[in-house]
């Protein structure tokens, strides 16, 4: 079954912090997987894209590294601002760009 | 270029009236989607337009349905509404299938 895990739920971490989400999942067969920054009552936006081959995907703060053997992937926040506070989407695309399998997401909160 | 695009942005509904969401996608874009988003529930996945033909359905009763025009504006329509149909409806759309997703702003439907 194609599943995408994602923890922490949720995080509160100080403004100027690091933290790194957590998205495992068991899909197939692979195609890409991306990571979303959703806030609240908006649609998401795209923060990065990565394919089979790609291992790491940065976009300023934020970087993404993807581990295809072990199925695995993290979006790592560096020197997080108040506006980081948002859910973090991550997803999967499956059956070559036919199915999307969608995490539940990471709900993050920077406080000051 | 202008994003995609969804009218109306806030709707409010009774129990049992039918509602009609819309969705302008990207100049160009041909493939639309259509998503269900719940606090508990995450982004589900409703339906998948490409060509004015429906590509991919979701796990959703029939009182779900849409449509695709030849401009690719799509419209989702949701009948006998309950009070579980209460969320944020996102409408994303492609160049093609498989392609980058960009989400719109999303339409918050309240039924009462």
């Known amino acids: 079954k194609n599943q995408v895990e994602q923890s922490p739920q949720s995080l509160i971490i100080l403004e100027g912090k690091n933290c790194t989400l957590q998205?495992?999942?068991?899909?197939?067969?692979?195609?890409?997987l991306r990571w979303y920054k959703q806030d609240t009552g908006r649609g998401p936006v795209s923060l990065t894209i990565?394919?089979?081959?790609?291992n790491t995907k940065s976009n300023g703060r934020y970087t993404a590294t993807l581990d295809a053997d072990t199925k695995q992937s993290s979006l790592h926040i560096t020197a997080s601002q108040l506006s980081d506070s948002a859910s973090y989407i991550c997803v999967v695309s499956a059956e070559y760009g036919n199915k999307l399998v969608f995490g539940a997401g990471t709900i993050l909160r920077v406080k000051s | 270029k202008a994003g995609v695009t969804q009218t109306p942005r806030y709707l409010i509904k009774t129990r049992g009236q039918q509602v009609t969401l819309s969705c302008s996608p990207i100049?160009?874009?041909?493939?639309v989607s259509w998503y269900q988003q719940t606090p508990g529930q995450g982004l589900q996945f409703l339906f998948e337009y490409f060509s004015e033909t429906q590509r991919n359905k979701g796990n959703f009763p029939g009182r779900f349905s849409g449509r695709q025009f030849s401009n690719s504006r799509s419209e989702m329509n949701v009948s006998t509404l309950e009070l579980g149909d209460s969320a944020l409806y996102l409408c994303?759309?492609?160049?093609?299938?498989?392609?980058?997703?960009?989400f719109g702003p999303g339409t918050r439907l309240t039924v009462l």
């Open positions: 994303a759309s492609s160049s093609y299938r498989g392609n980058e997703q960009f």
């Open positions: 990565m394919t089979f081959s790609e």
């Open positions: 100049s160009g874009h041909r493939s």
């Open positions: 998205c495992n999942y068991t899909v197939s067969p692979f195609s890409n």
